[in-house]
């Protein structure tokens, strides 16, 4: 990588998946890709500046056509959203912005008319004016076609499809977009959008992708191309590092991947208290590339298997048999570990199950989770019945998201009745006694849990979402995200009244991979703790190094605590004292 010893930049956003990643900068924003950057001469202003106009003038051409077409096709109503573009396309709030800043950077004009429309765009998102909020589609359409009209200055590779290694800037980045990052090419990536508990997030600390969030004006200034090193501890993007930043980072790459190795070297060690207590760490899972990784990390099997990115991450549902194979697998590379497989969770911020006729106002409250399977039964007995006959070929469970009441839990019953009798008329081999558990992640469903228990044979709690639910925040709003506390008393209590009803009880969720409330969550009597492949050597060597007895004390005094802070506290307090070199 180029070093440039001139500007360095700091951008501060919100770290959300540790790590250091280093490598050129790429810039993606909804819509398109930004166009590359080259630095120009004074004397390539006008140049620059003919070339913005001949774009211009075709654009205008290209619209006042399509208006034109569609006027003729569809009327006069139909055809006005293009007047919408045209006036847009002459702003003269953009050009104005523009006219300072192309001088200003000195750079390619496409790169620099990018960078401001980007940022215009960001602002109408957040306006309180549900009209214009809905303009900035259109906006970015324009902004298409305007880049596509102006004579390309070089080529500029999508993040994913580069060869260099790169550092991955982006407004914002969906869950598939997430999902469909090649970890050999994007090294890590940054959004001016997002949350902590956004999926976003979660999916990159489970492919171990350093990330930061929530970075004002990113795209605005972002630079493709230039050396960048992105730091998901302290939550900061460095662009143009200097050599004495660029060997600072390196030296403390290095110092984590050596401290990282040694943990590794515990795997084959128990989880388990200094008092004696045991508990099974599992995996969370969402892809077969992980696979190797369980058992190079030493997991006890899989606790989460999401299964949404399989059956909706390639165009079209699996059927049956694709379905079975594709687990079988999975439960043979596990063997004798249990694999937990969670059926289809859709919606919220996750993958869509189907395109709706209408927007949900409310999706986290909406048709997601079992409430879509139990509304697809013919699509839903197909999991079930693959999920079953994976269970011959190794120990199995299967649990529900977004379970609120017993009601879903007799309409799931019955559906499994259904397909083991559809199996046994088929002659296909299934465990008559696979697991059958229920996530709790509404808080009906937790206080619930004694007569739940009576019916499934676990819980996994989901504490994000149990989080969301209980207090009432948007765990992707980014105006209330600094409400969102999973060490909120009330989620505590609910946990602990989940716990008390008797039954094995785990934790799938993004608590279980905080090293500042292991502590807490050992106390509280969680007997197995679920996290993504490679947060598991750290939960280890925490549990291996906390006293049960201690942790549980602590525990009984956060329940009567009144605030998250002070729960948060007690907890990594212990933590602090069991395993401080996990803090350096």
């Known amino acids: ?17 540790p790590g250091i990643a280093i490598g050129v900068l790429r810039v993606e924003a909804q819509g398109c890709s930004a166009p590359a950057t080259r630095t120009i001469l004074p004397v390539e ?26 006027e003729h096709l569809s009327g006069a109503n139909e055809a006005a959203i293009f007047d919408a573009h045209l006036l847009f396309l002459r702003d003269r709030t953009i050009l104005n912005k523009l006219r300072k800043e192309v001088p200003r950077r000195m750079q390619n004009i496409d790169s620099v008319y990018y960078a401001v429309v980007q940022n215009f765009m960001e602002v109408m998102r957040h ?65 001016e959008a997002g949350s902590a508990v956004s999926h976003t997030a979660i999916l990159a600390r489970s492919l171990g992708l350093p990330a930061v969030v929530a970075v004002p004006h990113l795209v605005m200034e972002s630079r493709v191309g230039r050396p960048a090193i992105l730091d998901g501890y302290s939550g900061v993007l460095i662009i143009n590092p200097t050599a004495e930043t660029l060997d600072h980072y390196r030296e403390i790459q290095a110092e984590k991947e050596k401290a990282y190795s040694a943990l590794i070297e515990m795997k084959d060690l128990p989880a388990e208290t200094t008092d004696g207590r045991r508990i099974r760490l599992a995996a969370n899972v969402e892809f077969a590339h992980e696979y190797g990784a ?39 590379r596990c063997a004798p570990h249990e694999v937990i497989f969670r059926t289809l969770d859709s919606g919220g911020d996750k993958l869509p199950f189907e395109v709706l006729e209408e927007k949900e106002d409310n999706p986290f409250l909406g048709w997601r989770g079992i409430r879509v399977s139990l509304s697809r039964p013919e ?17 199995v469970g299967v649990m529900f998201p977004m379970v609120s009441g017993i009601t879903e839990v007799r309409d799931v019953h019955a559906l499994l009745d259904e397909c083991r009798t559809d199996l046994r008329a088929r002659g296909l081999a299934y465990d008559e006694n696979m697991r059958v558990g229920i996530m ?105 190094h906390l006293n049960y007895e201690e942790c549980r004390i602590m525990a009984e005094e956060a329940l009567q605590a009144e605030d998250s802070y002070t729960i948060r506290r007690l907890s990594k307090d212990l933590a602090l004292k069991s395993y401080p070199t996990l803090f350096d």
């Open 1 to 17: 990588m180029e070093i440039d010893d001139g500007f360095e930049r700091r951008l501060k956003g919100q770290p959300v998946s």
């Open 45 to 70: 202003l006008e140049s620059e500046w003919a070339r913005f106009e001949a774009a211009l003038t075709r654009t205008e051409e290209e619209l006042h056509s399509l208006k034109a077409r569609v």
């Open 127 to 191: 306006v309180d004016d549900s009209y214009l909020r809905s303009r900035v589609a259109d906006i970015g359409d324009v902004l298409q076609r305007v880049l596509k009209n102006m004579a390309p200055v070089a080529a500029s590779p999508r993040a994913g499809e580069s060869a260099e290694p790169c550092v991955l800037a982006a407004y914002d980045l969906s869950p598939s977009d997430t999902a469909d990052l090649d970890p050999n090419t994007v090294l890590g990536f940054v959004t």
């Open 294 to 332: 369980i058992s190079r990390s030493g997991a006890e099997g899989v606790g989460l298997y999401r299964t949404e990115f399989f059956l909706l991450g390639n165009g079209g549902l699996p059927d049956e048999e694709t379905q079975y194979e594709h687990y079988r697998e999975l439960v043979e």
């Open 379 to 395: 699509v839903f007995k197909e999991q079930l019945c693959a999920i079953l006959r994976a269970s011959a070929h190794g120990k």
């Open 440 to 544: 709790i992640e509404v808080p009906s469903a937790a206080m619930m849990a004694d007569v739940l228990a009576r019916h499934v044979d676990f819980f996994s709690i989901g504490t994000n979402d149990l989080t969301q639910y209980t207090i009432a925040v948007d765990r992707v709003n980014y105006r209330v995200a600094s409400m969102f506390r999973s060490t909120h008393p009330g989620v505590v209590r609910l946990m602990r009244q989940t716990i008390a009803a008797g039954i094995p009880t785990g934790i799938c969720g993004e608590m279980g991979g905080d090293i500042t409330l292991v502590p807490l969550l050992v106390g509280l009597g969680v007997r197995e703790l679920s996290v993504g492949t490679h947060l598991l050597p750290l939960i280890r060597f925490a549990i291996r």
